[in-house]
Structure formats: structure tokens, C-alpha cells
């Protein structure tokens, strides 16, 4: 079976840094995204990792390990805005994306 | 970015009645393109691959009967969901993109009586 899991909640306060870690077991991988979904609203995407290594932009930056089947994303400079809830997807075959667990993340002032 | 709409963005139908959902990619073509379902603090499902010009491709417990999907042309997918019971009252969201970023419309939220 395929399986995305992730923590199902996190809690920082503002200006704190968080991790929100994914382990990954699918029949295909060509890579990891990360999007993040605030209550009522539609994922948005926020990184994408096809390689080994870290990526960056700006206060967001994901991680990949393709041999521990593992990623990561961190967020710093925590904003209460961050609050929302944040999937990561593997890119299986055909472009289509099987989403995580989800994590729910609390930022607190 | 590229921009995905979605209507109707709610509906209330009554048991038995099917419940028709647009999805457009505005400004750009999309060959492919995506219909997720996502029950109440729940993560978001596949459902099928809509594909334009041949038939969908449905995930494993998906009644393709009971969830048409019509690829008709490169920038609009529907999703029929026929006889509607109050199970499949969810948040259907449907996306398109590119292999790096799929762009996610804002959703159709469901309530069957």
C-alpha cells in the first residue's frame, strides 16, 4: 500500500522555528511538495523536492533523503498567519499526487 | 500563478438528486487534471485523473459510476456525482498543473439532506 505520515499536530509560538517531518512509502516517487491549507480554503503550494538536499525560499525551506524515504519541512520566523494545516504529497506516476496525513500547525503569540 | 476556479463553491441538494461540479484552468490548457475529495479535519483523497479526450482514471474504491467525470476540452473537467446520499456530503477539490506544482481550485463544498 502507499502511505504519507506526518505528526497530526505541532504548536510554536511566533518568531519560533518549527519541523514538520514526513516519512513516505509509495510504489512510485518522482518527487516530494509540500502545501499548506488554511481552514475552509484550498491547498496551496509551497516546495517541491525531486532531489536529495535542501530547499529554500524564503522563511520556508523542505528537505528530501530519497534513501531514508524521509523530508521534511521547516518553517522559521513563525507568523500567526503560519496557523494552518500543511501536507506533504509524493509526485507519483502520472503527475498525480498522494497527500499525506497532514499536520496541523498552532502558532501562538 | 496559474489560477484554477471551481463552481458551484457550495451546493445543497437533497438525497437522490446528482450535483454537477465545473473545474477550469484559466489560463492555461490542462491535459490532465485532478478531483480530491476531503472529509472534516481529514486529508485530502484521490479520486480520479480526468483526462481530456479519453476516460478517467479511478482510485481503487472510487465508483466510477457513481462519480462521472467528462474531460470535454484542454481547460474545463466536471464531476457528477449521481444520486447523492448523505455520505458523500465532503469538500471536493479538483487541481491541474505541471510536474512540479499542481494548482488547486477553491473547492465545491458539499451538503446532501
Known amino acids: 500500500g502507499q502511505s504519507l505520515e506526518q505528526p497530526s499536530e505541532v504548536t510554536a509560538v511566533e518568531g519560533a522555528i518549527v519541523q514538520i517531518n514526513c516519512t513516505y512509502q509509495t510504489s512510485g516517487f518522482y518527487g516530494l511538495s509540500w502545501y499548506q491549507q488554511h481552514d475552509g480554503g484550498a491547498p496551496t503550494f509551497l516546495s517541491y523536492n525531486a532531489l536529495d538536499g535542501l530547499e529554500e525560499t524564503g522563511r520556508f525551506s523542505s528537505f528530501l533523503s530519497r534513501s531514508d524515504s524521509y523530508g521534511y519541512l521547516l518553517l522559521q520566523e513563525l507568523q500567526m498567519k503560519d496557523s494552518a494545516s500543511y501536507f506533504c504529497a509524493v509526485r507519483s506516476y502520472t503527475d498525480k499526487l498522494i497527500f499525506g496525513t497532514g499536520t496541523r500547525l498552532q502558532v501562538f503569540p | 500563478g496559474a489560477v484554477v476556479s471551481q463552481h458551484p463553491s457550495w451546493v445543497i441538494c437533497k438525497s437522490g438528486t446528482s450535483v454537477k461540479i465545473e473545474c477550469r484552468s484559466l489560463?492555461?490548457?490542462?491535459?490532465?487534471m485532478f478531483w480530491y475529495r476531503q472529509f472534516p479535519k481529514q486529508s485530502l483523497m484521490l479520486m480520479a485523473t480526468s483526462n481530456e479526450g479519453s476516460k478517467a482514471t479511478y482510485e481503487q474504491g472510487v465508483e466510477k459510476d457513481k462519480f462521472l467525470i467528462n474531460h470535454a476540452s484542454l481547460t474545463l473537467s466536471t464531476l457528477t456525482v449521481t444520486s447523492a446520499h448523505p455520505e458523500d456530503s465532503s469538500f471536493y477539490i479538483c487541481?491541474?498543473?505541471?510536474?512540479?506544482?499542481?494548482?488547486f481550485g477553491p473547492g465545491t463544498r458539499l451538503l446532501v439532506l
Open positions: 489560463d492555461f490548457q490542462a491535459t490532465t
Open positions: 487541481s491541474a498543473g505541471g510536474e512540479e506544482t499542481q494548482y
